[in-house]
């Protein structure tokens, strides 16, 4: 008998989590200093550097740790943000990982809302994600990323190497476009 309890109990969990797997959801966390942020989950996993050459316009290839280099007489580059510019941080994981994500918003001289995917290693999309400077000399050398799941500032602090771009449309234009279109193309290349 109580094998049986197990096993339905098991079965009616396993469901639960395959039904929430089936579905795009969206959720839009805030907090109670006003930061708000969304996470979207795509059909498939996604990684931060086609969602950042997608939303961004910048056509860059390769790991992330690779962008800052590629860019250089390509795309201006520059230490502070700029709306539509890819922010590349360094040292992500290790000497030989980065991350990508692109500037929504410039909240003030020491914060502004990113847009990235994969953050968490989980493949889903952040959406207006808030970001601090955290740097002693206020050059955006050193940040601290929202955590949209805890309501609270992430623990970490992590090293930019810098902004490139923005694009060649001009950044606000790709930004300004509906997220929903963007998704459902960058899923579309990956999966022929």
């Given at each position: 008998?109580a094998?049986?309890i197990?096993r339905?109990?098991?079965?009616?969990?396993?469901?639960?989590?395959?039904?929430?797997?089936a579905?795009?959801?969206?959720t839009?966390?805030?907090?109670?200093n006003g930061?708000?942020?969304?996470?979207?989950?795509?059909p498939?996993?996604?990684?931060?550097?086609?969602?950042?050459?997608?939303?961004?316009?910048?056509?860059?290839?390769g790991?992330?740790y690779t962008?800052?280099?590629k860019?250089?007489g390509?795309f201006e580059r520059?230490?502070?943000?700029?709306?539509?510019?890819?922010?590349?941080?360094?040292g992500?994981?290790?000497p030989?990982r980065?991350?990508?994500?692109?500037v929504?918003n410039?909240?003030?001289?020491?914060?502004?809302?990113?847009?990235?995917?994969?953050?968490?290693?989980?493949?889903?999309?952040?959406?207006?994600?808030?970001?601090?400077?955290?740097?002693?000399?206020n050059?955006?050398?050193?940040?601290r990323?929202w955590?949209?799941?805890?309501?609270a500032?992430?623990?970490r602090?992590?090293p930019v190497?810098?902004?490139?771009?923005p694009?060649?449309e001009?950044?606000?234009?790709?930004?300004?476009?509906?997220?929903?279109?963007?998704?459902?193309?960058?899923i579309?290349?990956?999966?022929?």
């Amino acid at each position: 008998m109580a094998g049986a309890i197990v096993r339905l109990a098991l079965a009616a969990a396993l469901a639960f989590a395959v039904a929430g797997c089936a579905t795009e959801s969206n959720t839009v966390v805030s907090s109670d200093n006003g930061q708000v942020g969304a996470i979207k989950k795509p059909p498939t996993p996604l990684q931060c550097v086609p969602y950042a050459r997608q939303v961004s316009g910048i056509p860059i290839y390769g790991d992330a740790y690779t962008w800052w280099e590629k860019a250089a007489g390509k795309f201006e580059r520059r230490t502070a943000p700029k709306l539509g510019a890819v922010m590349v941080f360094t040292g992500y994981a290790g000497p030989s990982r980065a991350h990508l994500a692109v500037v929504r918003n410039l909240v003030s001289a020491r914060e502004i809302k990113i847009d990235h995917a994969n953050w968490l290693d989980d493949g889903q999309i952040y959406i207006d994600d808030p970001v601090i400077d955290v740097s002693s000399a206020n050059d955006w050398s050193l940040v601290r990323v929202w955590n949209i799941r805890a309501g609270a500032w992430g623990g970490r602090t992590y090293p930019v190497q810098g902004f490139i771009g923005p694009g060649p449309e001009n950044g606000s234009k790709a930004i300004a476009r509906n997220q929903e279109d963007d998704l459902a193309r960058l899923i579309a290349a990956n999966n022929p």
